[in-house]
């Protein structure tokens, strides 16, 4: 519940910045009008993600006979959940991904080099994960905290231009305009908002390894696995778009210092810690 919490209040700060920026910068229109920009492009991101990023990763599906069905159904069976379509992904990286919009349009895909690593018991722990992620429908979560955080973007690129060619937006010009105010929406806006929608990425991640360790019946084979997933993966690199990075179970670039900031994904110690009940 914690994380849950933690999401909506995140969510809510988020909106909160773009209110403020819309109005600073080019009034209800300005606002209305980069919103809607950034819903048709979030939109479409949602509807049509399945297909997009199976395709982007040479996926294939696979059948009944095959071990990665019969442990997604076993725990889908489990979770309560429609049985989802599950893939393979031609890369010897050990990795894997759930994605569609809801419970009864979800695909599950995992990595050849992942089913060569992990025994059955680490594997329901990483599938049970993706199944949490379809069960507490992450993807409209990270959907709608995309498109404010695009408009909040947006907003700062007009606010750029406006800056350039001595305009700001819709507000009166006998008012003038704040210059303080324009460099945060510039600079400091954009950064808070990837700040942000970093946070509730990495908050849905904690909440989908508890989900997944329920689902599996334990929290020991998730644990495992995420830790043969990291030492894995930074010997054999995942060749994956950063624009999908997120979905993984495990992200394919690791940021320390100041970077680990803006990653969607908590640190591994930190997870296994989580998982273990040891933070």
């Known amino acids: 519940m914690g994380n849950t919490v933690k999401t909506a209040a995140l969510l809510g700060v988020l909106s909160a910045l773009l ?64 049985m989802p379509r599950v893939y393979i992904i031609p890369q010897a990286s050990p990795n894997a991904f759930a994605t569609g919009r809801n419970p009864r349009h979800a695909a599950v895909a995992a990595t050849e080099g992942i089913l060569r690593l992990l025994d059955d018991a680490e594997l329901e722990g990483v599938l049970g994960h993706e199944l949490a992620h379809v069960r507490h429908r992450d993807i409209l979560t990270s959907s709608i905290a995309a498109t404010i955080a695009a408009t909040i973007m947006m907003l700062a690129r007009w606010a750029q231009f406006a800056a350039i060619f001595g305009g700001f937006g819709g507000r009166n010009d006998r008012e003038g305009s704040n210059p303080i105010a324009l460099l945060a929406t510039i600079i400091v806006a954009p950064l808070a908002a990837a700040l942000i929608q970093a946070a509730i990425s990495r908050s849905r991640e ?24 990291e030492a894995a993966s930074q010997r054999v690199p995942l060749a994956a778009n950063p624009a999908t990075a997120h979905m993984f179970i495990m992200k394919p670039f690791a940021g320390r210092g100041m970077l680990a900031l803006f990653s969607t994904h908590p640190p591994t110690e930190q997870r296994i810690a989580a998982l273990l009940g040891e933070r």
């Open 19 to 82: 209110l403020a920026i819309g109005e600073l910068f080019g009034g209800a229109n300005g606002l209305l009008i980069a919103f809607a920009f950034a819903v048709v492009m979030n939109f479409g991101s949602y509807w049509f993600s399945d297909k997009v990023v199976l395709r982007m990763y040479r996926a294939q599906e696979v059948g009944p006979d095959h071990r990665l069905h019969q442990i997604v159904e076993r725990l889908a069976r489990n979770a309560g959940l429609p």
């Open 206 to 229: 904690f909440d989908a390894d508890r989900g997944g360790a329920a689902i599996a019946g334990t929290p020991y084979g998730l644990a495992s696995a995420l830790r043969k997933i």
